[in-house]
């Protein structure tokens, strides 16, 4: 029988009649009933499944073959090794950086300083620390081109340049401005952009407001008393050789000084302010002075006042290069307007007042 050739034992009863089956031994048998004993054979469900019944007999599970191993790839290269943790101030942003120590970003979180490299302050400069806060630009050699904290940026020679919180310019050179160009100062703020003349231009056209007109005169009286200021056509007579601040009269390709007296026909003539050693003013604005002791480089004209503002000022009698309210008078002098003052600063810049040269084309004689 089957189970025999598995190694099955199989005892049969004795007596007459035909045998019974008393007991099967095997791997695995179940003798509760000796009448009836039940053989089981086991499966592994891996490779083999079924109950072994003629409902549910046992099959070979089927497997696929096995793939044939990959090649092993070749290892990476270990890479340089770098501490990353809270204590590091460097920040690796430079391209191909290997190391904390190329980067070109430096966070000193213990000096609470944070800059572009570490060895110089260049390019970009922050300190937080309360005591000294200092934030910057910087260029290639460390100079400080803008500095945050007084709000300046600066020449090549680390000179304020232009002060956005005083909204003021600084410069040691002429300033070249081209377009429509608004002139402000605030009051009683001396900056160079107000007192800034004009000499190297031809013809300019500025909108300048009260402010800024008020701080021409207050510089004179705060800072420079001997300055002199000029917006307006103005033209370079290097050898004229006459006071600043004087009427001058132009002749035969000469200047001289403006004689408004009866001898002289200098009146009738080209005029112009003497505003520097070597430029005249043809036509325009400059400061003029009732107290020509204490502004020296400035017109003259001892008798003006507030009250007088826009009153017209004449070549003066008997004074050579100086202005007057008063109209000549003597018999034979020439009367001729040379312009107006419109403004004073009498509350902080007395005795001084803003002149509007323009002389007439035409004059009396008295």
Known sequence: MAGSQQGWRVAKGGGGGSGSVQSVTGLNTDNTNPANPI????????TIQGDGTPANPLNVIATG????????????????????NPTDKYIPVRTGATTFGDSYWVNDYVNLILKTQETTDRGIYMDFTTSFEDFRLTDNTGVTSVDWIVRVLRDVNADGSLDWGKRSMKTATTVYVQGSFIWSAEQGTNNNLAKTTTNDLYQNDFYVREEARKSILNYFATEDSDYSW?????FEYASHGLDIGSIASFSGGTWSLLNVGSSSVSAEKLLGVVVSANAILLDGHCVLTASPSNYRNVVACPDMTDANLGTAIYGAQGVTGGTSIVPPSATGSYVRILGHCYESFNGEAPLLYLFF??????????
């Open 39 to 46: 053989v089981k054979i086991s499966v592994n469900a891996s």
């Open 65 to 84: 073959l096995q793939g044939v191993q990959g090649t092993t790839g070749i290892q990476g290269t270990t890479g340089t090794s770098a501490s990353i």
């Open 230 to 234: 000029w917006s307006g056509h103005t």
């Open 357 to 366: 040269f323009r002389p007439q084309n035409s004059w009396i004689i008295v």
